[in-house]
């Protein structure tokens, strides 16, 4: 089986980016990722040229949703908005034919029963309009996180497979992410797969700290504290498109990837 692999991209240079470094599978943004706006990928000639010179290039689209997205949270003054931000993201994604739109798990606070995160989740897929499929992810640190532990996890799975909308509900595992939140990589697909069935696209990064720290610090491969078979362990068993996300040139990344798998 052949796993494409790629990179997180600038949208505005999306396509020259993503060939440059050897990149099959180009994840972008639609704004200021720490912004509440999606004004667009930027690219110079429009969202249509994009999708366009995409496919064109044999190169698969994803987008990530801004960080502040908390779709968990109780509190309406942040849950209210990240369901419309969440919303108009999935919009912009199906403008530039995007196979999926990456958002956190998100969290409660420490004085929130993690249910109501969970039910909270459920609502937010119901009041959704859209065929771009939400691809959750697991995220590294805090202890109220929706997508950290296995157990949450499972507890999120089952609450958004109770929304008329579960259709569009998929998965993406980051490696950072699991192995900085305390999840075994040896066994991660396997448990994952266990729980929602699928894993739609994996974010092959390396850590800059150890198991279990909870800490969200991407490294590039063999510069971080993922041993190097584990990592790409990973990646051939979820068999799903790879996105690398560390800053810098990530065609030595993509390089490093391909040798392995
Ligand atoms: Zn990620």
């Known amino acids: 089986m052949s796993i494409r692999i790629g990179a997180h991209v600038d949208g505005a240079d999306a396509v020259a980016q993503a060939r440059a470094i050897g990149a099959e599978v180009a994840q972008v943004f639609l704004g ?24 064109d290039a044999g190169i698969a689209l994803f987008v990530h949703a801004p960080y ?40 409660v606070t420490a004085k929130d029963s993690p249910e109501t995160g969970f039910d909270n989740w459920r609502k937010a897929i119901d009041s959704l309009d859209t065929d771009v499929p939400v691809l959750i992810e ?21 609450a958004v497979q109770a929304s008329s909308n579960a259709n569009v509900v998929g998965f993406t595992l980051d490696t950072c992410h699991a192995w900085a939140g305390g999840i075994d990589l040896a066994t991660a697909v396997a448990d994952i797969r266990a729980i929602t069935g699928r ?44 996105v690398c996300e560390t800053h810098g040139d990530m065609g030595p990344d993509i390089a490093w990837l391909r040798a392995r798998i």
């Open 138 to 158: 697991n995220t590294a640190g805090g202890d109220h996180a929706m997508a950290r532990h296995l157990d949450r996890i499972e507890q999120l799975w089952t």
């Open 32 to 55: 200021d990722p720490q912004s509440w706006k999606v004004t667009g990928s930027g690219y110079p000639r429009g969202e249509e040229a994009l999708r366009d010179d995409a496919a």
């Open 199 to 242: 894993i739609d696209l994996v974010h092959a990064n390396d850590s800059r700290d150890d198991s279990g720290s909870g800490a969200d610090r991407h490294a590039h491969f063999g510069e971080g504290r993922i041993p190097p078979d584990l990592l790409a362990g990973v990646v051939a068993a979820a068999g799903a498109p790879v």
């Open 68 to 107: 502040g997205i908390n779709v968990a949270s109780t509190n309406n003054r942040i849950r209210i908005p990240s369901r419309k931000l969440l919303q108009a993201t999935l919009d912009g994604a199906a403008a530039i034919g995007a196979r999926g739109v990456v958002v956190h798990g998100g969290h």
